[in-house]
């Protein structure tokens, strides 16, 4: 691959990894005093919640929470956790993972924060009460199996007239507070969250820093919300018909998705039940299909088409290679190969564009000189050594950006594939995480206390093919001749440490990847001797 062709590589994962962190940095003191000191207030407002109005009672009660309870529940994947405070699921962590920062999940819009009666029925149940004048809520959280939580809602006027109860849901609130104060960047940056409604799905990229411009309001039969972190997803489906859903940012680490169920007019005495489902697990869409619900849907790597097409299709082809040869590794060198060998005719086509650029060198050298007081003479003449030559000067560039969905599909995947996570090969003991040959008991600066052998080893291959490169290359000044030299080191140099703390799966493409374009690379250099 030309020097150009490698400045196009790098030039593309800056764009692409541009906006997230490449290696794991603190956040800043002060923002752990303000989460810290948010949470704190949160607390407060908990314990104190003076005149809460009852949605449509015309009823005013003062309710406050005196003491505040939690009613857990562990499983062999979750950590559960549902408050008395407003009676929702407020805490659902995945064992060994980062804290999840979902929480109020199923409270009651303006009774978010009143006392509600708890009840531990069994290793699988909860059951929370409220009530006052007007209404009695009762809330039952079951767990049907190792993923879904099935919500029973029941809400009943106590009053003496007829209220049309327009009740509003909290699904879910994402409150980035939650989370750890040494959280990779990289894995914050894969936070979204989105609505399933009307046959289309609303998503939103990058959920960890919120503003009213995330506000919106749409009218619509709702399947379900969701959100997802990078490789599991929390999904809230309303067992009803619905009317509306919100989504409303309360600061810059909290936003609200709520849903809103069709108007229902109830007599004194008269009840209704509202029923969810709750997915909480990986995002595995085989595992989701069996629900029926459409949960599957959550999974997708690109809003545009293309690349949406062909990361579902890598995705699906992945663990079919797996199951033929028993290897997640040899699953990602197969589907490296693949890739490469679909893309092949066009990589070919590029370095030939390029090689023919470099032959033609010295005579542009020669017009260059010739015709530099006539700029549009030197034009004139370069096209017609292009034209005579069938060189297209953009020809090493055009096949490149057409593998560019290849490479960024299979980013997605590698980087949020769930079935890579916990899975060794050779060496590796988790395929989701950097290889880590070594861990050593002290800190190198930018490195870390690793040693991650894939990524340098895959910048000894780029300098293999720099150098391959350069002794066929036509250098027609020193200055080129000592950019050219440059770059056959820093490029290497910069390569490593932009993929350094990456996922093992992603830095055994690339080394894979590397090793083809540097066999190419060699072909050509052996096609030109010929000549």
């Known amino acids: 691959m030309e020097r150009n062709t490698l400045l196009a590589i790098v030039l593309s994962a800056v764009v692409l990894f541009s906006y997230q962190a490449i290696f794991i940095a603190p956040k800043q003191a002060e923002l752990l005093k303000n989460s810290q000191l948010s949470a704190a207030q949160n607390v407060t407002e908990k314990s104190i919640s003076p005149n809460i109005i009852v949605p449509n009672s015309g009823v005013e009660t003062t309710s406050t929470v005196n003491k505040t309870q939690d009613y857990e529940i562990k499983t062999t994947n979750e950590d559960i956790s549902y408050t008395n405070v407003g009676g929702s699921l407020h805490k659902i962590d995945f064992i060994r993972n980062s804290p999840f920062p979902i929480t109020d999940v199923l409270s009651v819009s303006g009774l978010e924060n009143v006392p509600y009666t708890g009840q531990k029925l069994n290793d699988k149940t909860v059951s929370l009460v409220y009530k006052d004048k007007s209404w009695q809520i009762t809330k039952t959280y079951e767990i049907k199996d190792k993923y879904i939580i099935n919500v029973r809602m029941e809400i009943k006027n106590l009053s003496e007239i007829s209220i049309l109860s327009n009740f509003s849901f909290t699904a879910f609130e994402i409150d980035e507070s939650r989370m750890e104060i040494n959280q990779n960047n990289r894995e914050t940056a894969l936070f979204e969250y989105s609505v399933y409604s009307n046959n289309k799905i609303f998503r939103k990229g990058n959920a960890n820093k919120f503003n009213d411009k995330n506000n919106q309001i749409g009218s619509a039969m709702v399947k379900w919300l969701g959100f ?17 859903f919100e989504i409303k940012s309360d600061s810059d680490k909290q936003l609200k998705v709520s849903v809103t169920p069709q108007d229902k007019n109830l007599a004194p ?15 595995n869409p085989w595992l989701m299909k069996k629900y029926q619900k459409g949960f599957e849907k959550i999974v997708a790597f690109s809003s545009f088409p293309i690349i949406e097409w062909i990361g579902q299709a890598i995705y699906y082809t992945i663990p079919f290679l797996h199951g033929v040869f028993k290897s997640w590794g040899v699953a990602i060198i197969l589907i490296s190969m693949m890739i490469y060998g679909i893309t092949y005719p066009l990589t070919m086509k590029s370095m030939m564009s390029m090689r023919k650029m470099q032959e033609v060198q ?24 292009y ?4 060189i297209n000067p953009f020809g090493g560039c055009l096949p490149f950006l057409i593998q560019m969905p290849f490479f960024m599909a299979l980013y997605q995947i590698l980087w949020r594939a769930q079935y890579f996570q916990g899975q060794g090969f050779l060496w590796i003991k988790d395929l989701s995480q950097p290889d880590r040959l070594i861990i050593f008991p002290f800190y190198l600066p930018l490195f870390g206390n690793e040693l991650n052998i894939l990524p340098i080893l895959t910048g000894g291959i780029m300098f293999m093919q720099q150098k391959i490169s350069s002794k066929s290359m036509v250098v027609t000044d020193e200055q080129q001749a000592m950019q050219q030299k440059m770059m056959m080191y820093i490029l290497p140099v910069m390569m490593t440490c932009m993929f350094y703390k990456f996922a093992s799966s992603w830095a055994i493409y690339f080394l894979v990847f590397y090793i083809l374009s540097t066999a190419t690379q060699w072909k050509i250099a052996k096609m030109a001797g010929k000549k």
């Open 362 to 385: 010295p005579k542009i050298a020669a017009l260059r000189e010739r015709f530099k007081n006539d700029p549009q003479k030197l034009n004139t003449e370069m096209v017609e050594i």
């Open 228 to 244: 997802r972190d990078h490789y599991h997803a929390f999904i809230v489906k309303p067992e009803f018909e619905t009317k509306s």
């Open 387 to 390: 034209r005579r030559e069938k």
């Open 269 to 283: 005495g008269e009840s209704v039940t509202y029923n969810f489902s709750i997915y909480a697990g990986p995002q």
